[in-house]
């Protein structure tokens, strides 16, 4: 009884083993290259797959996603004979998982020797600003030369970026000074050009100022002048008007007199001539109310003092 027992336990074992080699669940997004004694036989795509145990055998599983693969730099001399460090990344995918397996050794390798070969033809044709500033234009050209070659390969590169250049120490301190040289040139000019526009500004301030100020003072000149003409008319309209006779401008004149001589300042005034012919009117009009006090006739006539009177004085004649 033991010997068949473990007959049966060894057919359940090769029988357990050849289920598992029969049932090949591939994930979404994979293949798998299939080889029956050594040659190959068919792809298997994702899902549930029945193969011939030990006879069919997986020679390859291949991921069908797109693939991120950053090389490390790699020394390209420019057409200026500068030595420049590359970063590059390529992104990739894998469309024909048979060719993958058996058209190259390894697409991974292969890709990055030909991505060093193209970026030395690409940059030599370059001098370094040029390279600075032409990453499109790099990655542009990188990218036709790779797809066409990995075409066969059963690669489409996607992408091809440059994620680093880096010139000679050197060159990098030379391209610092420079820019910080033309910083220093633009905010020199950028203040100059603000001293300049400041000043422009305060002159036609200033200009617009002077000409409101003139304005003004010319308007105000004209109002004063026009008031004072208009209160000299009405002055003149209101004496026209009242028909004033000699002995109420004397009386008026003599009035002002008083106001002439106020005033700390004043230490010297001067009495007009035409004083004495105020005084007469006056003396005119006082001599019709009576005889004047301390002396007089009654007749209305200046009483004698025993004194010559004084000569009169003759007031000269404005024509």
Do not use: C
């Not at 024909?96 to 697409?107: C, G, K, L, N, Q």
């Not at 994620?163 to 100059?192: F, G, H, N, V």
């Not at 000149?221 to 026209?240: K, N």
């Amino acid at each position: 009884m033991e010997p068949i027992i473990i007959v049966l336990i060894i057919l359940v074992v090769l029988v357990f083993i050849a289920l598992i080699k029969t049932i090949q669940v591939i994930p979404q997004a994979s293949a798998a290259i299939v080889e029956r004694f050594g040659r190959y036989t068919r792809t298997l795509n994702a899902g549930l797959n029945i193969v011939v145990p030990f006879i069919d055998s997986i020679r390859n599983r291949v991921d069908l996603r797109e693939q991120v693969v950053p090389f490390p730099p790699q020394p390209v001399i420019t057409q200026d004979n500068l030595v420049v460090n590359i970063d590059t990344v390529i992104y990739y995918q894998v469309t024909d998982a048979r060719a993958a397996t058996y058209e190259v050794a390894s697409y991974i390798q292969a890709i990055e020797q030909l991505t060093v070969t193209t970026l030395r033809n690409i940059i030599g044709g370059m001098d370094l600003e040029r390279t600075l500033t032409s990453r499109e234009e790099i990655n542009a050209a990188l990218r036709g030369v790779l797809d066409e070659a990995t075409g066969k390969w059963g690669i489409r590169v996607n992408r091809v970026e440059l994620k680093a250049i880096e010139p000679p120490t050197s060159i990098q301190d030379s391209m610092e000074k420079q820019m910080r040289a033309d910083r220093d040139k633009r905010a020199a000019i950028l203040q100059a050009e603000g001293v300049r526009q400041s000043e422009i500004l305060r002159a036609e301030g200033e200009k617009q100022s002077a000409i409101l100020r003139a304005e003004g003072e010319s308007k105000a000149a004209a109002l004063r002048a026009e008031g004072e003409a208009q209160a000299i008319r009405t002055v003149f309209e209101s004496i026209h008007a009242g028909d004033p006779d000699q002995k109420l401008l004397s009386y008026q004149y003599l009035q002002m007199l008083p106001k002439i001589a106020e005033g700390d300042a004043n230490k010297l005034w001067i009495v007009p001539s035409e004083i004495g012919d105020a005084l007469k009117g006056l003396g005119g009009a006082m001599g019709n109310f009576g005889p004047l006090t301390g002396g007089g006739n009654g007749g209305g006539t200046p009483a004698a003092t025993g004194k010559e009177p004084a000569p009169r004085r003759e007031q000269p004649t404005i024509d």
